[in-house]
């Protein structure tokens, strides 16, 4: 928890720097109706889903995971 939680000050911070406007939330739950649950009571413009794996599973977790996102976003 620790090193996530330094992830996700660091990543931000980057952020910050190059002028976004970026904030660091941590929920549980199901990844795509957290994250458009989130995004709509933040009033939220874009979203954007990285990851820097590789694996084919991750690929195809995070692609589902992105296509239902898009599928709820509106």
């Known amino acids: 928890e620790t090193a996530a939680r330094a992830y996700l000050d660091a990543v931000p ?8 406007r970026a904030n660091p939330l941590v929920r ?10 989130v995004a709509r009571q933040l ?3 874009l979203i954007v889903i990285g990851s820097n794996q ?3 599973l991750t690929r195809l977790v995070i ?8 599928r709820g976003a509106s």
């Open 13 to 20: 911070a980057r952020l910050r720097a190059a002028g976004v």
């Open 63 to 70: 692609g589902d995971t992105a296509q239902a996102i898009v």
């Open 43 to 45: 009033g939220v413009g």
């Open 28 to 37: 549980e739950g199901s990844v795509a109706a957290t994250v458009l649950a």
């Open 54 to 56: 590789r694996a084919a």
